[in-house]
Structure formats: structure tokens, C-alpha cells
């Protein structure tokens, strides 16, 4: 009884966080009026950092943050399923493996190809390929980050 409770508290402990982000994920990715969101936001403030700046750069600030919130998220989102996968006690010293990093990307690139595909069936949204290369990018970007500073830290 005690080893299954420590089970579930260690199941909820790593796999709550990375399912919990994917959630989110899933529900930005449901929202067809995200881009129209963001640009409510993003459009007035480049209008007062750059007045000068003509409508269509304007959108394309707005398209690199967006492209850039993409990174960020599956950065956070493969740092997450890592975590879940290596399950580290705290003052944990294994060495780095790159068993976990190769496994949380291939988690991050086959959630980034649900994502797009789920967002085909989202009216005013369409899947596409160059977002899932992107995701990916991502993930393998918070990675490589947490390896390096893993190493800094000489955590490895």
C-alpha cells in the first residue's frame, strides 16, 4: 500500500507538470481567434515603440513573437517531460544521459504533429508543417539550455 501511494505521489510529482502544459498547449492551440487575440496586444504596443513603422512590419514583429512564443513553450514543455522522465530526487548527481533529452524529443515532436493536426480541425486554423519543425526546435532548444547549464553549474 505504501509503495503504491509513493508511486502515485511520484507520478503526480513529474507527469502532472508536463500534462498540465500540454493542456495548455492544447487549449491555445483550440483558440481560433488567437492570432487576432495577440495582435490586439502586441499591434498597439509596436505602434507606440515605433510609430514610424508601416502596417506590414508591424506584422511581421507580430508573426516573430508568436513564432518565438512557440519556441518557448515546447523550450518549457521538453524541460518538463525531461524532468518526468530522469525523476530526480533533489542532491541527485547521475551524470547527464542523453537517454531522457532523445526521449523528451521525440515526445515533443510527435505532441508538436498532434498539436498542428488537432488545429486542422479548429475553424480559421490550419496545421502546418514548418510549426511542427519549429516546436521541435524548441524543445531541443530548452535541452541543449538545461544541458549547458547543467554543465555551468556543474550539476554534470
Given at each position: 500500500m505504501v509503495c503504491t501511494v509513493r508511486r502515485l505521489w511520484l507520478y503526480i510529482k513529474y507527469w502532472l507538470p508536463p500534462l498540465l502544459w500540454m493542456s495548455l498547449i492544447f487549449l491555445g492551440s483550440a483558440d481560433r481567434?488567437?492570432?487576432?487575440?495577440?495582435?490586439?496586444?502586441?499591434?498597439?504596443?509596436f505602434r507606440w515603440l515605433f510609430p514610424e513603422m508601416s502596417d506590414a512590419g508591424i506584422g511581421?514583429?507580430?508573426?516573430?513573437?508568436?513564432?518565438?512564443?512557440?519556441?518557448t513553450e515546447y523550450a518549457f514543455f521538453?524541460?518538463?517531460?525531461?524532468?518526468?522522465?530522469?525523476?530526480?530526487?533533489?542532491?541527485?548527481?547521475?551524470?547527464?544521459?542523453?537517454?531522457?533529452?532523445?526521449?523528451?524529443?521525440?515526445i515533443v515532436f510527435a505532441y508538436a504533429c498532434l498539436d498542428e493536426l488537432h488545429q486542422t480541425f479548429v475553424?480559421?486554423?490550419?496545421?502546418?508543417?514548418?510549426?511542427v519543425l519549429l516546436d521541435t526546435l524548441g524543445?531541443?532548444?530548452?535541452?541543449?539550455?538545461?544541458?549547458?547549464?547543467?554543465?555551468?553549474?556543474?550539476?554534470?
Open positions: 481567434a488567437s492570432v487576432n487575440r495577440s495582435s490586439r496586444i502586441l499591434e498597439p504596443l511581421t514583429c507580430i508573426l516573430i513573437v508568436r513564432k518565438c512564443a512557440h519556441l521538453a524541460i518538463l517531460i525531461w524532468r518526468a522522465l530522469r525523476q530526480h530526487p533533489p542532491g541527485d548527481h547521475r551524470p547527464w544521459s542523453w537517454r531522457e533529452p532523445k526521449w523528451a524529443l521525440l475553424p480559421g486554423r490550419q496545421g502546418a508543417i514548418q510549426d524543445g531541443a532548444f530548452g535541452l541543449v539550455l538545461l544541458w549547458r547549464m547543467g554543465k555551468l553549474f556543474k550539476r554534470w
